[in-house]
């Protein structure tokens, strides 16, 4: 076997566990960012936790008109006060599902893994392709 065997050999196995893996992630992101888009935004206030603790909540009215409410989430829980408006995401299927993170960047990370793979598997495999046609 020869160095550029080797390399070929290298090239091939960088082609396919990039492309294989990529894709499916490309695929999962954009489904799941897909999946997002569904959600309705709408205005909420910060109100106390029901069960008195410390620990904030956030308050909405839904699409029939019922009041909905959910715990903030302990990352964005210190810039927020009692009575401040905050905009909130919902899925009208399940309107108790709330959220103060905007659901565009749901599967961001997946897509951004999913083209770096891509990109690698494509470049190894025109690496390869330049490598066969030039022997």
Known sequence: ??????????LELITWVGLLPGIVLLAAGYIRRAWASRYQETWGVIVQSPA???????????????????PVS?????ALELGDEVKVYFDPRNPENGRLDHP???????????????????????????ILFSE
């Open 52 to 70: 008195g603790t410390d620990h904030l909540w956030f308050r909405w009215m839904d699409l029939q008109r019922e009041l909905q409410s959910a």
């Open 104 to 130: 565009s960047a749901d599967g961001r990370l997946m897509r951004i893994l999913g083209w770096l793979l891509v990109g690698v598997g494509a470049a190894a495999a025109i690496i390869q392709l330049v």
């Open 1 to 10: 076997m020869t160095t550029s065997d080797a390399f070929a050999l290298v």
């Open 74 to 78: 302990l990352d964005a829980d210190e």
